[in-house]
DNA sequence: CGCGGTCTGTACGGCAGCGCTCATAGCGGC
DNA sequence: GCCGCTATGAGCGCTGCCGTACAGACCGCG
């Protein structure tokens, strides 16, 4: 989990904030390091805590009456794990899974719940990332069901390359495989694929990227459409 | 699209607003009929109007940069279209087509945005109506991957069932693949398999339902759990 | 240094669904 | 009553992925 690592130490999502209330915002968050594999809820649990991860990242995994199971989504210091909060409703919908252990800023629902109240841009901010997760939920939905495996396994890379902010992490082929929904045979084919293209390198459970660029273009163009909604839609509120 | 039509003129959502702020809220709508096949709004336009469908519903479709097209959601009159502005952003996520006849009412965006300001129990259900979005969004992503054209049509046609208000409507085998994202030849063959077992009849564009339990068990649990998810979220401040 | 556990590479039969194509059957219009 | 259009049924070869199984490679630990 090293790489270069730029040091990003704060959660994009509260740069909308003003210095003096975002000081305040964050005298009432604790920092706490997420443990790779951690369980943070489970579908149905009731929200106790937000998290606005700042160096690790989280999966939303979704699950089916009979057992099956499929990543949804990803969220890193672009976004938050409790949204359903700001809906009024205290439950949460997905699994959420740490994915990339690290750094990340826990704070209780109702401290949580009492500072959008205090900071209506905030909440208006929350808002419109709701608005991205739904737009790139039904966006992964669709490539989940049409695109190869290589070119998922490749935009799922970049997913998370930006999110661990650098450009080497360790990840089975096992918990890849769990990730897109395939078997892990699939998987190692893929990634030996890209491997013989130079595109990464892979290593027991640690992956390299060795070529961004190339790597898009072996990616489904949902990489680039996922973040394009994202900077649409909350960029211009940004620094 | 006859069938027995239960009258069920309303909309479930609005079922919340107290009788008089209920006909305040309807008088700034306009009753309209929306024709089969019409596209309210493409991805990214702008949502000049929302909807509330009361006999009428509508698919929601998401679209990705390569042309795949998938059906990520369908709004009868347990839902309603513009969600968006509750969120705070005008933009559609999706394109909207109609894929029920029928009525439905119809107000203008900011109408709309005042009717929730006046109104926060409004805006409190449909918040929350946005939680069940999404949860089953990704339950639908993970049904997309996972089951079998016959279980997932079955899935389909009872969803469709309980948004027209009967046991019989029209649609094409063209138009299920498109929906579900498949080849029409498959829909041919699931649905010869579910009429062999005398759970549907079917002849040129009009699908009838013969046996609801039936169809349940020929479906995937997806449909159960979803109706659990909106019951859940909205039931209870409903009547 | 050997051993067990973990991770990766590979192989094989099977199948759901694909793309494509053609045949058949209703239906409406003239 | 004929014609053209539309909707459904069916066939064929292909392929991406599945389930499963097994072998090799690498690791840490005693």
């Not at 939303?60 to 409790?82: F, H, P, S």
């Not at 699994?95 to 009492?114: E, H, N, Y």
């Not at 897109?180 to 190692?188: F, M, P, S, Y």
Request: positive net charge.
């Amino acid at each position: 989990m090293t790489g270069s690592p730029r040091v990003t130490l704060s959660n994009r999502l509260l740069s909308v904030l003003p210095p003096q209330s975002r000081r305040r915002f964050l005298a009432d968050c604790e920092g706490v390091e997420l443990e790779f594999g951690a369980v943070i809820c489970q579908p149905g649990d009731r929200i106790r805590h937000v998290y606005f991860p700042t160096q690790s990242f989280i999966s939303l995994v979704t699950t089916l009456d009979d057992g099956a199971r499929l990543e949804v989504g990803i969220v890193g210091n672009e976004g938050m794990l409790g949204t359903s909060l700001l809906l009024g409703v205290n439950a949460s919908p997905h699994l959420a899974l740490v994915q990339g252990a690290g750094a990340a800023l826990k704070m209780s629902a109702t401290a949580f719940m009492d500072a959008l109240e205090r900071h209506p841009p905030l909440r208006q901010q929350l808002n419109r990332y709701i608005h991205v997760l739904l737009s790139q939920l039904a966006q992964t939905a669709a490539c989940t069901r049409y695109h190869l495996i290589e070119a998922r396994l490749a935009r799922w890379l970049l997913l998370t390359r930006d999110r661990a902010h650098g450009d080497r992490f360790n990840l089975t082929q096992e918990f890849l495989a769990y990730m897109l929904g395939v078997r892990r045979a699939g998987i190692t084919s893929a990634a030996s694929e890209l491997h013989e293209r130079g595109l990464i390198s892979y290593v027991r459970g640690e992956i390299t990227i060795l070529d961004g660029e190339g790597l898009q273009r072996a990616s489904c163009r949902c990489y680039q459409q996922g973040n394009r909604t994202y900077e649409q839609t909350l960029g211009k509120h940004m620094r």
